[in-house]
């Protein structure tokens, strides 16, 4: 059986800005919103700033130290690890998809860090094919509570930096 793909995924963009907020703010994390504010938009805070819930599940912790199509091979370190939460609800609705965060230009509504900067972070998705499914099926998510007393995800199932959304999220071709 092959190797689970990483339940979310960054562009090379929405790194480098990551790369940059967390040079301005400290260490960071995203929580997938729920539909506050933004929608249902992807939210970067400072590192605990935004409460974990017990249940909220991690989709991968992103290593900002590595480029286009590394992938990482231990836990990321300080500044270079953020950390990607969903509520456990949102989480079920859409466990058949990879989120690829991603970055466009325009402000969102929200609270997110990146809104002086002139873009908004973006949550795309990429439905899982049978064969991934397969191979995540069985999987046991970290959630907050885990997170709280000290588990953390296998270094193979950390997210990985693609250089743009297409290259996860394929959009479908003209119709004929």
């Known amino acids: 059986m092959s190797a689970a793909p990483?339940?979310?995924?960054?562009?090379?963009?929405?790194?480098?800005?990551?790369?940059?907020?967390?040079?301005?703010?400290?260490?960071?994390?995203?929580h997938q919103s729920g539909g506050c504010c933004d929608?249902?938009?992807?939210?970067?805070?400072?590192?605990?700033?935004?409460?974990?819930?017990?249940?909220?599940?991690?989709?991968g912790v992103f290593d900002l130290s590595l480029g286009v199509g590394e992938v990482g091979v231990s836990q990321p370190q300080d500044d270079d690890a953020v950390p990607l939460w969903i509520s456990g609800p949102q989480f079920d609705a859409w466990k058949h998809t990879q989120l690829v965060l991603d970055v466009v230009p325009g402000r969102g509504a929200g609270f997110s860090l990146e809104?002086?900067?002139?873009?908004?972070?973006?949550s795309r998705?990429?439905?899982?094919?049978?064969a991934e499914l397969a191979t995540l099926e069985g999987e046991v998510p970290v959630l907050g509570g885990d997170w709280e007393r000290g588990v953390r995800p296998a270094p193979a199932a950390l997210p990985r930096v693609v250089a743009e959304a297409a290259d996860a999220c394929p959009t479908p071709g003209p119709r004929p």
């Open 115 to 122: 809104a002086p900067e002139g873009v908004r972070l973006l």
């Open 39 to 59: 929608g249902s938009a992807p939210m970067c805070f400072p590192l605990g700033e935004f409460v974990v819930g017990d249940r909220d599940v991690l989709l």
């Open 125 to 130: 998705g990429r439905v899982f094919d049978a």
């Open 6 to 30: 990483p339940r979310a995924v960054v562009t090379a963009l929405a790194a480098s800005l990551l790369r940059h907020l967390a040079d301005v703010h400290g260490p960071l994390m995203l």
